[in-house]
T-cell receptor, first 108, second 113 residues
Framework: GESVGLHLPTLSVQEGDNSIINCAYS??????FIWYKQESGKGPQFIID?????DKRQGQRVTVLLNKTVKHLSLQIAATQPGDSAVYFC???????FGAGTTVTVRA | KAGVTQTPRYLIKTRGQQVTLSCSPI?????VSWYQQTPGQGLQFLFE???????NKGNFPGRFSGRQFSNSRSEMNVSTLELGDSALYLC????????????FGPGTRLTVL
């Protein structure tokens, strides 16, 4: 079946550095992608989305890049802060399984 | 505007029992989706309701069911509980079907003993 999946289960980042979280998807017909952040004890929180007619979208300290040729999605977090420590999920449209996510740990 | 609320937050049941979880969406939202989150499987889509009708369904056995009321509040039920049903059950609401943003509740932590 169709699926999305993150490349690495964990990512350790030095505070102040940039973080890059990657995700691959399999359905070439997908036209909408979302990144979510889930902090401990909370439900996932919307970070940023991108439609397939775009290659890049920027938010506050976050950038999502979409490469439709290789069906790859990435989330870049600039100047990573301790509050960015969480599990990050990518999602294709909104109904597919999100996978286990990437756990980002920020080192002081 | 109040966020998505889920009750109860924590629940302990034994095998063979049934359980009902409740979700109140953001005011004005008509779509409610349910997900199961486990450490091994991540977030798995259960089903989506819109205007009291199930619109989409994930790959879960018939023991998992749900419904939506006219005020958009939703419940999900799991019958004949199994140990593997222990998970965080998340509810998400959105204004409609399609590719609009979902807002998640804090989840109900179900433990099956």
């Amino acid at each position: 079946g169709e699926s999305v999946g993150l490349h690495l289960p964990t990512l350790s980042v030095q505070e102040g550095d940039n973080s890059i979280i990657n995700c691959a998807y399999s359905n070439s017909a997908s036209d909408y992608f979302i990144w979510y952040k889930q902090e401990s004890g909370k439900g996932p929180q919307f970070i940023i989305d991108i439609r397939s007619n775009m290659d890049k979208r920027q938010g506050q300290r976050v950038t999502v890049l979409l490469n439709k040729t290789v069906k790859h999605l990435s989330l870049q977090i600039a100047a990573t802060q301790p509050g960015d420590s969480a599990v990050y999920f990518c999602a294709e449209n909104k109904r597919l399984s999100f996978g286990a996510g990437t756990t980002v740990t920020v080192r002081a | 505007k109040a966020g998505v609320t889920q009750t109860p937050r924590y629940l302990i049941k034994t095998r063979g029992q049934q359980v009902t979880l409740s979700c109140s969406p953001i005011s004005g939202h008509r779509s409610v989706s349910w997900y199961q989150q486990t450490p091994g499987q991540g977030l798995q889509f259960l089903f989506e309701y819109f205007s009291e009708t199930q619109r989409n369904k994930g790959n879960f056995p018939g023991r998992f069911s749900g419904r939506q009321f006219s005020n958009s509040r939703s419940e999900m039920n799991v019958s004949t509980l199994e140990l593997g049903d222990s998970a965080l059950y998340l509810c998400a609401s959105s204004s409609g079907l399609g590719t609009d943003t979902q807002y998640f509740g804090p989840g109900t932590r179900l433990t099956v003993l």
